[in-house]
């Protein structure tokens, strides 16, 4: 189901704002400015990363588009809970007071969305949306694909600054630069400052993300979402292979090469089997 995902809040705007302006410049800069000093134009080396950098550039506007298309609320869905109203709440249905009608096990209410999430992991700022059962596969390749691509444009831009461009930025005012960036652009406006500002973006952006993705890839293996791993529930755990295939599909060992590629999730989002009550690490 697709639905268009729009900022509710001032930090979902600025945060997803953000990630839509520094993806196309960041891209630029690697491309057209850092690699071809490191790699003349036309050799087989620029080539090979300029290819390498369309696909990262591919992989991460798809999954992040993909993720705020995917509809994964209940909105215009109808459950049937156990007739039962304890043995619905017993196995962890709940009655939303706001939707006002019952939502499925690990389904949470959003009171940014203002609706039920099917499997709510968390709201996301960079995507202003909610993720959730049927976009979670997007969420966790757009983690992927922008820590690869921040860690090595960090990399290559650590080069490009302090060794092809080394006088230009081994001065005491170079840290002030690098320290307040966006800041130091009201007194300096020059090229040279641009380059600093995406420097520190990628280079922060690669540690931003990598540790979201550790956190989130772990949270995935565990078969929880953030809710129950910071509660240490482990009810749904199917073990790794099973709950990487709950998350990212079938065709799990595929999905990073693209988001159009389809890759089935086995569960229904609605019905979880409960393999055990707790388990306290």
Request: glycine share 4%.
């Amino acid at each position: 189901m697709v639905r268009v995902s729009l900022p509710r809040t001032w930090q979902d705007f600025a945060a997803t704002v953000f990630l839509a302006a520094a993806i196309p410049i960041v891209f630029w800069f690697e491309i057209f400015v850092v690699i071809p000093e490191v790699f003349p134009w036309g050799s087989f080396l620029n080539n090979v990363h300029f290819i390498a950098g369309l696909f990262l550039l591919y992989n991460i506007l798809g999954n992040w588009l993909a993720v705020m298309l995917t509809d994964t609320s209940v909105r215009g869905q109808i459950f049937l809970p156990p007739a039962d109203p304890e043995e619905a709440r017993a196995k962890n249905w709940s009655l939303c007071s706001v939707c006002e009608s019952w939502a499925p096990p690990r389904s949470w209410h959003c009171k940014t969305c203002n609706v039920c999430i099917m499997k709510r992991d968390h709201h996301c700022l960079l995507t202003s949306c909610c993720i959730g059962h049927r976009n979670h596969r997007y969420f966790l390749m757009l983690l992927l694909h922008l820590f690869v691509a921040t860690a090595i444009s960090a990399i290559y831009n650590t080069y490009f600054i302090w060794f092809l461009h080394g006088p230009e930025f081994k001065t005491w005012l170079s840290f002030i630069q690098i320290i307040f960036p966006m800041a130091w652009l009201a007194v300096d406006t020059s090229t040279t400052q641009y380059y600093l500002v995406i420097y520190v973006i990628a280079f922060v952006g690669s540690l931003f993300v990598g540790v979201l993705l550790y956190y989130h890839v772990r949270i995935m293996l565990e078969g929880s979402i953030v809710a129950e791993h910071e509660k240490k529930i482990r009810n749904y755990d199917m073990g790794r292979v099973g709950n990487v295939e709950n998350v990212l599909g079938e065709r799990w060992k595929l999905v990073w090469l693209s988001p159009s590629i389809k890759s089935p999730v086995k569960h229904d989002g609605i019905h979880w089997e409960v393999i055990q009550t707790s388990k306290n690490k």
